[in-house]
């Protein structure tokens, strides 16, 4: 009985409308047309929307009540890109399979967790079912879908193989997400091992120096240089502490503003990023896998190869491949070779570099530069794994040492007296 109920509620659409609505969930039960007693769960403004939507489908509907929300509701959460490519690959999945594009964006957003998603996916179904093309409806909403999403949904729409375009769509995002979170994670344990080492240094200057402190005004001898210095540390901590602090925050907003700002800043702060040790690898080697997954899915699509670059060097996620990538762009635009541009450049590996060549040369410039990003998606991976395994005895020799430093100022004056003794 339970089996049935189940199959029978999922055939259930609730009434499409082009504006959204406030919804609630609620409860029903009735019988079908052979006396068999249902029960589900659906969607809808009231309980009246929810008897017709139940008539419709040949259900008697027997009881339907608005089912209790919690004390907070449902907590909007901001979208984030990974949403976006989630999306984008149950849209592919559905529409392989047969579903309309309109009814696909009906069940996702239905069934979507997150509010917010919910309430921009129904939209976008709203302006579809309203007879705005995929593409136009995806522009409205160009914070969540840049110009490269729309540019390829427009290109599977006029070709007639928008699955096959939302399923490269759904891949590219899931490729460059993962790629993303991997150099996020490479980014982190750095930055995790300064603010460890400050917070923990902090602590001990504040709390704990000055015990000793107390301890060694009844000493009567002066104390030795180091230990001076610490606690002139700690008495300057605790007396200007939050000078110390408004001077992080202003520090890490300027910081912020000027990498926003600035293109010069930025033009320098990803060239030294790209020169340190083991994580400069990691970022040349993400560069180069975002740029040829972007080029290899925007020129597979269609997309002339000058358009292709410029969306390409959107993607980079570094300004110095960026500024590259537009001289290769403009290179091209003038009649050059692809592979002979990117050599121009100085920035791009010889493997890569000879791997552009052999796809120009054998007109499979679109699968040689997917295997480019799958080699070093790969290797980025590994790089990552190493930067994790060399950075964890990496923090407990940086906190220890710190650590340390402190413990020894703090207890040289005792050793000078034991040895006075």
Not at 176 to 196: C, G, N, Q, R
Not at 222 to 251: C, D, K, N, R
Not at 288 to 295: D, E, P, Q, S
Request: proline share 4%.
């Amino acid at each position: 009985m339970a089996l049935a109920a189940v199959k029978k509620d999922t055939k259930i659409k609730p009434a499409g409308k082009a504006q959204i609505e406030k919804t609630y969930s609620f409860s029903w039960e009735g019988t079908d047309k052979k006396g068999e007693r249902l029960k589900g769960e659906l969607q809808g403004a009231n309980a009246a929307t929810i008897k017709a939507q139940l008539r419709k489908q040949g259900i008697v509907p027997l009881k339907v009540n608005r089912k209790a929300s919690s004390l907070l509701g449902k907590r909007k959460k901001a979208i984030k890109p990974a949403d976006i490519a989630v999306m984008s690959r149950q849209l592919a999945t559905m529409m392989q399979a047969g579903v309309p594009l309109v009814q696909s964006f009906e069940i996702i957003g239905r069934g979507h967790e997150n509010p917010s998603m919910q309430e921009l996916i129904l939209t976008i179904k709203g302006d579809v079912e309203a007879g705005n093309s995929m593409a136009e409806s995806l522009k409205r909403h160009p914070r969540y879908f840049d110009d490269l999403f729309c540019d390829l949904v427009a290109a599977g729409e006029q070709s007639g193989a928008l699955e096959q375009m939302l399923d490269r769509i759904a891949t590219y995002k899931e490729k460059t997400e993962s790629l993303k979170a991997k150099v996020k994670k490479a980014l982190f344990y750095p930055a995790a091992v300064i603010v460890v080492a400050v917070i923990v240094t902090a602590i001990l200057l504040v709390f704990v120096v000055p015990m000793f402190q107390e301890l060694f005004q009844g000493f009567g001898a002066e104390l030795p240089a180091f230990t001076l210095l610490v606690i002139g540390i700690s008495e300057a901590l605790q007396t200007y502490w939050y000078i110390v602090l408004g001077a992080i925050v202003a520090g890490a907003f300027a910081f912020k503003e000027a990498h926003f700002r600035s293109p010069a800043f930025r033009n320098l702060l990803d060239r030294a990023l790209l020169k340190i040790p083991v994580l400069g690898a990691i970022l040349n080697k993400s560069a180069v896998a975002r740029y040829a997954r972007t080029l290899s899915t925007t020129f597979a699509a269609g997309v002339p190869l000058v358009e292709a670059l410029d969306s390409a060097a959107g993607a980079s996620g570094n300004d110095v491949y960026r500024r590259a990538i537009l001289r290769i762009k403009d290179d091209v635009a003038t009649g050059m070779q692809m592979n002979m541009a990117m050599q121009s450049t100085g920035v791009f590996p010889n493997m890569v570099n000879q791997m552009v060549a052999i796809g120009e040369e054998a007109g499979a410039l679109d699968s040689m530069l997917a295997k480019v990003a799958s080699i070093y998606e790969e290797e980025v991976d590994n790089l990552v794994d190493s930067l994790s395994s060399l950075l964890e005895p990496m923090i407990m020799v940086i906190i220890g040492g710190l650590v340390g430093s402190l413990i020894v100022a703090m207890y040289l004056p005792i050793f000078q007296m034991g040895q006075v003794v």
